[in-house]
């Protein structure tokens, strides 16, 4: 079964550091989505992306955040200046649909991030 | 605000018996829900989802009910199994608050335990 996969399965960078979170959605899905549980805590949404741009993103997004295409078949989640509250588990989501019924979110394993 | 809660954050079983997780919405405009299981160092894995035009869905071994009248929807699980043990989310999407369908707003969580 086709499957979101992430990279790395953990990052430990300092404070202030940027960092680039890598994700592979499913190959035919068109709407791409970052969303991240800090230890304890609910899934939060982040952002979510189609056709090349950003169609929402929640206030956690702030100006640090950015997200990007590069390519075909990656999607990337960048932290400029990561803060000590950015430490959490991000989660890459794709659909292919807009996310509704009988077309669900599939999410990777996430990539722990540890900000020290 | 919180929107999606969960009655009981931990829920213990007996291999082969029967478990029913529930779920509290507060928005009755929410029009699709959505349960996902999260295995201990994986991403949220889709289950099951439903509309609110409906009351009932079947998949495999899982059965989801939704209570419009009193805003709850719960997840039944047949059989269950120590594989199951996981922590399971139910959540809504992001459009009745003025988001977007892929805005997904997780509850808290119960985790399930499945004795042997």
């Known amino acids: 079964e086709p499957e979101v996969t992430q990279t790395p399965s953990h990052q430990v960078t300092q404070m202030g550091q940027e960092v680039i979170l890598r994700c592979v959605p499913i190959s035919n899905h068109l709407y791409f989505y970052w969303y991240r549980q800090i230890l304890g805590q609910k899934v939060e949404f982040l952002v979510s992306f189609y056709n090349n741009e950003i169609s929402e993103k929640s206030e956690i997004f702030d100006d640090q955040f950015s997200v990007e295409r590069p390519d075909g078949s990656n999607f990337t989640l960048k932290i400029r200046s990561t803060k000590l509250e950015d430490s959490a588990m991000y989660f890459c989501a794709s659909s292919l649909g807009q996310g509704g019924y009988n077309s669900p979110l599939h999410f990777g394993n996430g990539t722990r991030l540890t900000v020290t | 605000g919180e929107s999606v809660g969960l009655h009981l954050p931990t829920l213990s079983v007996q291999e082969g018996d029967n478990s029913i997780i529930n779920c509290a919405y507060s928005n009755s405009a929410s029009d699709y829900f959505i349960w996902y299981k999260q295995e201990s160092g994986k991403g949220p894995q889709f289950i099951i989802d439903?509309?609110?035009?409906?009351d009932k869905r079947q998949g495999q071994r899982v059965t989801v009910l939704l209570n419009k009248t009193v805003k709850h929807l719960s997840l039944q699980i047949a059989a269950t199994q120590p594989g199951d043990s996981a922590v399971y989310f139910c959540?809504?999407?992001?459009?009745?608050?003025?988001?977007?369908?892929?805005?997904?707003?997780f509850g808290k969580g119960t985790k399930l335990s499945v004795k042997p």
């Open positions: 439903i509309r609110s035009n409906m």
């Open positions: 959540a809504e999407n992001g459009r009745s608050y003025g988001g977007s369908q892929g805005n997904l707003i």
